[in-house]
């Protein structure tokens, strides 16, 4: 069976993640490798239609688990007590090879990539002093003086997606 594959993807608000992550999922596409992606989110997501069929399953009818089954789409929801992790998540959904782009999971053990954008914070998430530093893989940044002991691309750097993507590929955590 092929590897997958497991990257983060980190920033501040407003700072560019879900950008980044469309742009390394189609790089990974383009490439014909396989894409999944997790998203983090700090609300409950409502992704189903109050009063249709699945919605009426899952919510009155407090179904564990109802997969809606559409044209060339399938939407699970599902109830879960925990708070699973990006590394539960992967292996539960994703069905072999690729690579799957974890948005957001900061103190997730996994590679990270931060997108660090002037206009978005003063200063990025990564620290080297903290205890999970080593987990940087790379820091894309708008900010010329920007340094750090990890790769640092700026966006103004020819290429910096493909190397980006490269770097993200042989880097991730194989699963």
């Known amino acids: 069976m092929a590897e997958t594959r497991i990257i ?3 920033g501040k608000p407003n700072a560019g993640k879900t950008t980044l992550a469309v742009a390394l999922a189609s790089e990974y596409v383009r ?3 396989r894409v999944m992606a997790i998203k983090q989110a ?3 997501a409502e992704v ?7 919605y009426r399953l899952f919510h009155e009818g407090k179904a564990e688990r109802v997969v809606l089954a ?3 789409l399938r939407a699970v929801f599902e109830r879960r007590e925990d708070d699973s992790d990006p590394i539960a ?4 959904y994703r069905d072999g090879g690729g690579i799957v782009l974890v948005e957001g999971f900061t103190a997730a053990p996994i590679p990270k990539i931060e997108v660090f954008r002037r206009a978005a914070s003063d200063s990025p998430l990564f620290n080297p002093r903290q205890p999970n530093a080593a987990e940087w893989v790379a820091i894309v940044t708008d900010d010329e003086k ?7 691309l700026r966006f103004r750097d020819t290429m910096w997606l493909q190397l980006l993507a490269n770097l993200a590929w042989e880097k991730a955590r194989v699963l």
């Open 48 to 54: 189903d239609r109050p009063g249709s069929d699945s």
């Open 146 to 152: 920007f340094d750090a002991p990890c790769t640092v």
């Open 8 to 10: 983060g993807i980190v």
């Open 31 to 33: 490439k014909h490798r």
């Open 42 to 44: 700090g609300y409950p």
């Open 70 to 72: 559409g044209p060339q």
């Open 89 to 92: 998540l992967a292996r539960q």
